[in-house]
């Protein structure tokens, strides 16, 4: 299809800016003054809606197909969270409004504190953190506030985290200030317990620790890891990317956690992957309460909902407002739908892997072969190793069958990882369609490894170089860099 | 063009698949063509500075592919006498010839007992079969 640039006319307008007369020219100094005014596409109206939806059906999102991106938990976002967020009480609400005239949101952000507190096991919640990895940060922050309160913020100078984790993980220990400890994963997929009982002591500040794993994998030792942890006197965080797989079945803090994240946008249905913004609300253990961001959202004596910035240990705010509102609403409304019957949730997302898993793993490496959670990691270096195939060709190839890809090539510990999370929203007649399709494939790569080589073949595009645009990104368009039609 | 597959039987490994030619009291060191492989088409490589030390067992740069960031581990202790600035400019070098024009760093080395804990290429490669 055509750019934009190439569309354009000279003339032709879209639009016509008013000039009301007597408007005062702005006061911009000189040299802030651009000198020539910009070259943009010139195109009527038609021309631009015409453009952007023919751009649009080029899109691919969970609307349109399936879309098993491990680790993102890219389910179907119910189309009535849409109605319910554009409720006017909900839509016109202005951050500035007074407490007494927001009363419903601010019901709506306790309900789901206290929901949040109930699914996490956990004692306190914030909703402000804006992300998964915004939530690492401000657990990680909590973390060092609590201990600097104990005087134990310079002994404790040490976060540990698994070979597995996401690489948020490790990011965010290094901005909150603290020193990475590594340790590795055993034959079965756990934490090596002897790896970790060796690296830590009285200089650990925390685990961070994504149970299930991004194996898919629940952590078997989990009880003999908090004693590890809690006995050396440090804290642990849970990483919420995976609480898809346990809601309503075992929670966080049964399981010893002292901070968890949620992400409101994989598991409670906020619209994510170019879909909005996400939502990262945090759940603590009592001891590090005081230390959560302020404002607070509390209900008082007297039934009525608040925000209490009367906080003095706390380490202040992390975003703007309360957090992204609109969020709060879609999740609510998805978490309400289900009720007390939320585990059903997690059992459809477990039962859902698991019988791709099964399906998959005769034609695909298996590395770790146990149950999974709601998602699973194969290897395609048995399709390498006999035939030349990686992972990402198959990935390529599977657009052409419709599908969205995989995560590929993560975890970093399984070569030419495939990692593939169904969710609970899809039917039985789509996994069994994916399977048939990755089936195919590693037939194909057996009879014609060239199919996969050069896929996808059926798609808008072709194979894109990726090596390219790694090493020379081309981040501005504009009529000079536009190619000749 | 990436290379094939080969471990010449010259070198000394280390299972993080590293390499090191020994060169008297030097050493070159540099990346298996099986991290080269696993990696893919290198687009950065991040150097140690000249005259800093790099630590047996411990990252001392970083190679970067559009699959992955990777450490790469010293497989001896020493002083950096020399970065290969062509890697530095021409990551994809890595790939295309791994054990020549490819190598990383040049050292001193500070203890060379330590080359007598490095693999021979038999021991490497029973390495590789069991990844």
Not at chain 1, 334 to 343: D, I
Not at chain 1, 360 to 371: I, M
Request: hydrophobic share 40%.
């Amino acid at each position: 299809m055509k750019l934009i640039y190439e569309r354009s006319q000279a003339g032709r307008r879209a639009s016509v800016i008013p000039r009301p007369a007597g408007l005062p020219a702005p006061e911009i100094p000189d040299d802030l003054r651009r000198a020539e005014p910009p070259r943009l596409p010139e195109v009527p109206e038609f021309e631009l809606v015409r453009h952007f939806t023919e751009l649009s059906t080029r899109n691919f999102g969970v609307d349109t197909g399936f879309y098993p991106l491990g680790s993102c938990t890219m389910k179907y976002n119910p189309r009535i969270n849409e109605r319910l967020v554009t409720l006017p009480g909900f839509a016109h609400l202005h951050p500035h409004q007074e407490e007494d005239g927001a009363q419903g949101a601010l019901e709506l952000e306790w309900r789901l504190q206290e929901i949040l507190k109930e699914v996490t096991g956990l004692d306190a919640v914030s909703l402000q953190p804006a992300a998964g990895s915004q939530g690492e940060l401000t657990g990680l922050m909590l973390i060092r506030a609590y201990f600097a309160d104990r005087r134990e913020g310079e002994q404790r100078r040490k976060v540990v985290i698994p070979d597995t984790a996401h690489g948020t993980n490790p990011a965010s220990v290094t901005m909150a200030g603290y020193e990475l400890t590594d340790v590795k994963t055993d034959a079965r997929g756990n934490i090596d317990v002897d790896d970790l009982r060796a690296k830590v002591d009285e200089h650990t500040a925390a685990l961070m620790l994504t149970n299930p794993s991004t194996l898919g994998l629940f952590d078997e030792n989990i009880e003999e890891i908090e004693r590890i942890f809690h006995g050396a006197g440090a804290l642990m965080y849970y990483d919420g990317a995976n609480l898809n797989a346990v809601c309503g079945i075992s929670r966080p803090g049964d399981m010893g956690f002292d901070v968890v994240h949620i992400n409101l946008h994989k598991t409670f249905s906020q619209p994510h992957g170019g879909g909005g913004p996400g939502g990262g609300p945090i759940a603590v253990r009592k001891i590090l309460e005081p230390f959560l961001p302020a404002p607070a959202v509390v209900r008082k004596k007297d039934g009525a909902f608040a925000l209490d910035h009367d906080r003095p240990k706390s380490i202040g705010k992390v975003r703007g407002f309360t957090g992204p509102f609109g969020v709060f609403v879609r999740s609510y409304a998805y978490m309400r739908m289900y009720g007390p019957r939320l585990r059903e949730m997690s059992e459809a997302a477990v039962l859902n892997a698991n019988y791709v898993l099964a399906r998959l793993k005769g034609a695909y490496d298996l590395p770790f072969d146990r149950l999974c959670m709601h998602e699973f990691v194969l290897s395609a270096r048995n399709l390498k190793r006999d035939h030349g195939a990686t992972a990402t060709d198959v990935a390529k190839r599977l657009m052409d069958y419709g599908f969205h890809p995989p995560t590929i090539y993560f975890p970093l510990i399984v070569p030419e990882a495939l990692m593939i999370e169904p969710t609970e929203t899809e039917t039985k007649e789509t996994l069994d369609a994916f399977c048939d399709a990755m089936l195919a494939i590693a037939r194909e790569a057996a009879d014609d490894v060239e199919i996969l080589k050069s896929a996808p073949h059926h798609r808008p595009v072709r194979r894109l170089d990726e090596v390219r645009a790694a090493k020379n990104p081309v981040v501005k368009h504009a009529f000079e860099t536009a190619p000749v039609a | 063009m990436a290379a094939v597959e080969s471990y010449p039987d010259d070198l000394r490994y280390h299972e993080a698949h590293d390499w090191a030619r020994i060169e008297g009291g030097e050493a070159v060191l540099g990346i298996t063509w099986f991290a080269a492989d696993s990696l893919g088409e290198l687009v950065h490589f991040e150097p140690p500075a000249a005259g800093s030390t790099v630590t047996k067992d411990e990252p001392y740069g970083e190679v970067e592919s559009v699959k992955a960031v990777s450490d790469v581990i010293a497989p001896l202790t020493g002083e950096v006498l020399e970065v290969n600035q062509k890697v530095v400019d021409a990551p994809e070098t890595v790939n295309e010839d791994p054990y020549g024009e490819g190598w990383l760093v040049r050292i001193r080395m500070a203890d060379a007992t330590e080359v007598d804990a490095l693999l021979d290429v038999a021991a490497y490669q029973s390495v590789l079969a069991s990844q």
